[in-house]
């Protein structure tokens, strides 16, 4: 029988939170104010955390989507998380270069994935981690809060200065982010995009913002910018877009920003590279 993520997780779930008892958290999707896709399940206790993840079909028809979100929830979790991979036949594929990154690989057909799972849960000092050198760590942490903050500077400004009817606008933003582009990768929406567009361009951004070479590694470039009308508002978590974006190395920016702001480009190059 061939299993959705879907189904996968809430079988292994169950499974696990039975198994484990009350002393363990086990938690499917959850959410996470850094990443707009988190790892598939994320088991708490007094040991640690363990986070468990699978690959979606669309992560395995581009391979380095299933890699960003590694490396975005690896960089978004506490350092001492271990991460385990199950996979499917024929996912081998999907971890060259980052399978370091896993401190266990196992099959969702073996007959004691359960069992071992919970082990590993239970003791997870038997896994071996690869952290992030703080150094790095502290670059990429510092890279994030500008870009963040400029994010945010750009969408004050917008609260305060609504202009343009939006087929206008919409105009002005593509011909001003053309013209942006020959300094940094931009985009630009027509109209106002939706959650999965904006997670896409996160994970297209994480692709760009870091390497994984036997490690992880944050490359010396600068921020890219979006540009929209309007973006999506996560329930109770009205910046959690911007933010998560911001994280992965974009800036989600109202079109007005490109009129009233000359030299954004060299603003963004200047304060979103490492430091």
Known sequence: MVYTVVQKRKSLEKSL??????????VTSPDHPLVLRSTDILIGGRAGLTAIMFATEAEKRQSR???????????????????????APGDEFLISGVT????????????SLRSELTGLAEQPGRLSKKSIPDKLLAQTQA?????????????????????????????????????????IHTTH????????????????????????????FPQDVPASAAFASAYPVAPGDPDKYMR?????????????????NENLAEVISRRTRLI
């Not at 975005?72 to 271990?82: G, I, M, S």
């Not at 109209?191 to 951004?205: C, E, M, T, V």
């Not at 974006?245 to 009233?260: D, H, K, M, R």
Request: aromatic share 12%.
């Open 65 to 87: 989507y299933f890699r960003s979100r590694l490396v975005l929830n690896k960089l978004a979790l506490p350092q001492e998380t271990r991460f385990i991979f199950v996979s």
């Open 189 to 216: 929406f027509s109209s106002p995009p939706n959650p999965g567009r904006i997670n896409s361009l996160a994970l297209d951004g994480a692709d760009r913002w870091f390497a994984e070479d036997n490690g992880i």
């Open 143 to 183: 890279r994030f809060g500008e870009t963040y903050r400029l994010a945010r500077a750009l969408q004050r400004r917008m609260d305060r200065n609504r202009v343009s009817e939006p087929r206008q606008l919409a105009e002005r933003i593509a011909m001003h982010a053309a013209f942006l582009s020959n300094k």
């Open 100 to 111: 370091n990154e896993f401190s266990a690989i196992l099959s969702f057909d073996d007959q």
């Open 244 to 260: 998560a974006a911001a994280f992965a190395g974009w800036i989600l920016a109202p079109g007005s920003a490109l009129e009233t």
């Open 17 to 26: 939170a039975r198994s484990l008892g009350s002393d363990f958290i086990t």
